[in-house]
Each structure stands twice: as C-alpha cells, then as structure tokens.
C-alpha cells in the first residue's frame, strides 16, 4: 500500500475515530457516578480529554510510514 494511499484511509478512519470517541466520553461524562462529584469531572475529563492521543498516534506513525520498496 502506498503512503498516498495510506493517508487517505488513516484520515477517513482517524476522522471516524475522533467522532465517536468524543460522544461516547461525553455519554460516559453525563453519567450520575461523574457528575456528583467535581473532583470525579475533573478527573475523568482529563484522563478522557487525552485519551484519545495514542490511538491518534499510532494511526499517524501507520500512516507516515514509508512505502515499501520491492526488490
């Protein structure tokens, strides 16, 4: 598979990913155990809000990946 190749399905996947992620840590956000507490928001915002980062860049590094070359 080539790099063009690559970014194009890394960047669909990477937009699908991000979306549903932010509605499920926001439904997990609006649950009763969450919102009692101001120190359990603070907390699991955090912990949701960067969350998301490693995923993200594994599919980056996947997607920069240089194109295989045959021999």
């Known amino acids: ?7 194009f399905l ?6 699908a990913f991000i979306a549903a992620y932010a509605i499920l840590a926001m439904a997990v956000g609006a649950s009763p155990l969450i919102i009692e507490s101001k120190s359990m928001q603070w907390l699991y915002f955090l912990i949701a809000g960067l969350a ?6 594994l599919l980056v590094r996947w997607m920069q990946k240089p194109d295989e070359v045959p021999d």
């Open 1 to 7: 598979m080539t790099r063009r190749t690559r970014k």
């Open 52 to 57: 998301w980062v490693v995923p993200a860049g």
């Open 10 to 15: 890394g960047g669909i996947a990477l937009l």
